[in-house]
């Protein structure tokens, strides 16, 4: 993956040469490129790197100092401004899913012929988990890549991407199969839990990143939104957990 940074400090073609250096010899960096005019770096990498990390080698060389670009450019995970499009245009993807989601458990109730609010929440939970793991696997290496530019454990081990999605994929079919209820309801809670934290300190550092909610197939944005259907899970999975223990 590609990303663009902004670099302050350079006035020649000698400090070009000597961040471009430096830049290169970080671990992780497979090849970086760096230009005067305009002063950026555009930086090729295996995996994920900290800005604040590259930040700190390149000011041990020099009054240098390197910051992310209003748009980050990477394979996978290009973020073009969403400024000029309407909200509605750029959730329309996340609006459909959902809307399906809910037109199945509706039609699943009325079938049913009961309104079971436990039998709601736990079809959605499973919808919810198949379609959103189904659009991951579409792309499996660029969600894992995008997926590490923010969750707490995906940043250390990259192979946590690829793991996260079998975990969805798993989720869906307990909740479908209504396997091993406390289990899936306790497990939910602290994986959705987990996942929310990245997603949370993403959003208060207004970090202009992908959302990897809908994997790479589609281009959203990091925002509350993404901190809203991480929360519901979390709230839906530990509401069930208290109704089922208190059923015990």
């Keep these: 993956m590609v990303h663009t940074y902004k670099i302050t400090g350079m006035t020649c073609n000698s400090c070009v040469s000597k961040v471009q250096k430096t830049l290169s010899g970080i671990e992780g960096v497979e090849k970086a490129?760096?230009?005067?005019?305009?002063?950026?770096?555009?930086?090729?990498?295996?995996?994920h790197i900290e800005t604040k990390d590259m930040d700190s080698v390149l000011k041990k060389v020099g009054n240098y100092s390197i910051e992310e670009q209003a748009s980050a450019i990477h394979q996978g995970n290009v973020l073009e401004s969403t400024e000029e499009t309407s909200k509605l245009k750029t959730y329309k993807p996340l609006i459909v899913v959902f809307l399906y989601i809910i037109l199945g458990v509706a039609l699943l109730q009325i079938r049913s012929g009961e309104l079971d609010w436990m039998e709601i929440m736990n079809n959605f939970m499973?919808?919810?988990?198949?379609?959103?793991?189904?659009?991951?696997?579409?792309?499996?290496?660029?969600?894992?890549?995008?997926?590490?530019s923010y969750d707490i454990i995906a940043k250390k081990w990259l192979g946590y991407?690829?793991?996260?999605?079998?975990i969805e994929l798993s989720f869906g079919i307990l909740y479908i199969l209504k396997a091993y209820p406390m289990f899936t309801y306790a497990a939910t809670f602290v994986v959705m839990g987990i996942s929310s934290i990245g997603v949370i300190q993403s959003v208060m550092q207004k970090r202009k990143i992908q959302c990897a909610c809908l994997g790479a197939v589609f281009n959203?944005?990091?925002?509350t939104v993404t901190i809203i259907e991480d929360l519901l899970m979390v709230l839906m999975s530990l509401t069930m957990l208290?109704?089922?223990?208190?059923?015990l």
Excluded: R
């Excluded at 659009?135 to 969600?143: Q, V």
């Excluded at 991407?161 to 079998?166: K, Q, W």
């Design 220 to 223: 959203l944005p990091m925002t």
């Design 126 to 148: 499973g919808g919810f988990f198949l379609i959103f793991s189904f659009f991951k696997m579409l792309d499996l290496k660029n969600f894992a890549f995008t997926y590490s």
């Design 161 to 166: 991407g690829y793991v996260y999605a079998f």
């Design 33 to 47: 490129e760096v230009t005067l005019d305009p002063p950026q770096a555009e930086i090729t990498m295996h995996h």
């Design 242 to 247: 208290i109704i089922m223990s208190s059923s």
